[in-house]
């Protein structure tokens, strides 16, 4: 069973563009969390999307947002990139999203914003 | 408040040698879920071990287990047999017990250097 796939695997962007990561996560997995990890904030939760809808949302602006397919691919979109946003973007996925389960991270995407 | 602590930023343990790696955690949820992941410095965060609250048994995976004690809000991961592959960033997480919440709550980590 493939795992969770994350693309592009490294990005390089410039202040004031945007960008679009993309989430494949393990199939039959219909819950698809994101999560931002940075040296001085360490891993903080962004989103969590299940069938379609967002079911939760950590504390971001509003230039974070993301969506969910039908087949639960996902993918977050950041906009006015700002030198802050550099990090690692790490994907995860569960079947449910319930609280005893187990959750799979993707390998992430680095962003550099230049 | 949900809040991971690991006051271990670094460790160093002989090749075969058992180490473990301490997190405490402070929550007001009766039903929430804990666990461990390795980040080698590819990355990539590895599932290592989980542990539910209402779990009686401690879990165990391998050369990995979890020593889960409820009353003081611990959950300290024990590797056995260390290897040299073990070298990576250790994060303890949780889950609280929200319906659909898949949102973790991560500690800040305790980097392992396994020496041979």
């Known amino acids: 069973k493939a795992g969770v796939t994350q693309t592009p695997r490294y990005l390089i962007k410039t202040r004031g563009q945007q960008v679009t990561l993309s989430c494949s996560p393990i199939s039959g997995h219909r819950s698809v969390s994101w999560y931002q990890q940075t040296p001085g904030q360490g891993l903080q939760f962004l989103f969590e999307?299940?069938?379609?809808?967002?079911?939760n949302k950590g504390n971001f602006p509003g230039r974070f947002s993301g969506r969910q397919f039908s087949n639960s691919r996902s993918e977050m979109n950041v906009s006015t990139l700002e030198l802050g946003d550099s990090a690692l973007y790490l994907c995860?996925?569960?079947?449910?999203?319930?609280?005893?389960?187990?959750?799979?991270f993707g390998s992430g995407t680095q962003l550099s914003v230049l | 408040a949900q809040k991971i602590t690991q006051t271990q930023p670094g460790m160093f343990v002989q090749e075969k040698e058992a180490v473990t790696l301490d997190c405490t955690y402070d929550?007001?949820?009766?039903?929430?879920?804990l666990f461990w992941y390795k980040q080698p410095s590819s990355g990539e965060m590895i599932f290592l071990i989980y542990?539910?609250?209402?779990?009686?048994q401690n879990a165990t995976e391998g050369r990995y287990s979890l020593n889960f004690q409820k009353a003081r809000k611990s959950a300290n991961l024990v590797i056995s047999a260390s290897q040299l592959g073990d070298s990576a960033m250790y994060f303890c997480a949780m889950r609280p017990g929200l319906p659909g919440a898949n949102n973790l709550f991560f500690g800040t980590g305790t980097r392992l250097t396994v020496i041979p």
């Open positions: 999307y299940f069938s379609e809808t967002q079911r």
């Open positions: 929550t007001s949820d009766q039903s929430y879920g």
């Open positions: 995860a996925s569960s079947y449910w999203g319930s609280t005893n389960e187990k959750l799979f």
């Open positions: 542990q539910g609250s209402y779990d009686e």
